[in-house]
């Protein structure tokens, strides 16, 4: 099983966007900071406004803010502090779609701190894990706005992309999915929601780069991110990265 393939499946978060209310701009201005590497900008941010937001989306932004902490400043006293956090935060076994979807959510991040600290039995079991709960949400019983959903089927699409990578037979079958999960996400890279559009964009550029081997096109979903997101090194080396191969 390729690792570097699997690490990539997984997004930062499922269902930060698609506020109808005032509290979107602050949903927006928390991800901006934390995608700048604003840490201590958007932690206050955060803090101040927390009960202004929805809990479900000011918990997600505080696991996001601390993972991309934990990313850049790496160390076992933060690997422990942000796995304290995931286990604080971890949703009960739910029937409802509701919290089917948070649940969703805190999986995301626990496999991709599993695949970061190389534990890989446990990163099969919580993908498999994953693709049971995608296949039981029932998207028409979930009160979603319509980003939140779109959202929902981003995570689909990349899941449908990877999941047809590890597939070891490689049929017209396999390949038309994978190219039609890579037209849906490259779809959603033109969306005027700021957080779909910036999720979309790393991973479509991460996939072009590193998987497909064509690193022209995941310089131009960079080169995006580094002009939304200026003080973001790891987009600029990205950036640097595609362009170097291109």
Known sequence: MNFRILLFFVLTSVSLAGNSNPS?????????????????EADSLLESKRD????????????????????????????QQFNSLLKSMEQEKTNTPEKKIKHLVWLSYQLRFEFKRYNIIGAIRLRSEIKKLLEEIKVNELNYSNNRIKLYYLY????????????PFLSEKIR????????DIEKYTREDDLILSSLAS????KIYLNI?????????????????YPQNTVFQELFSESARKS
């Open 24 to 40: 979107e701009k602050i949903i927006d201005d928390v991800f901006r900071l934390i995608y700048n590497q604003q840490f201590s």
């Open 52 to 79: 202004k937001i929805e809990p479900f989306y000011a918990d997600i932004l505080t696991i996001d803010l601390n993972w991309w902490r934990h990313v850049l400043y790496p160390s076992e006293l933060n690997a």
């Open 156 to 167: 689909n699409a990349l899941f449908t992309y990877f999941d047809n990578i590890l597939n």
């Open 176 to 183: 038309n999915e994978r190219e039609n999960a890579l037209l």
């Open 202 to 205: 790393y991973f479509l550029g």
């Open 212 to 228: 497909e081997k064509e690193p022209e096109k995941g310089n131009l979903y960079f080169k995006t991110l580094t002009d939304r």
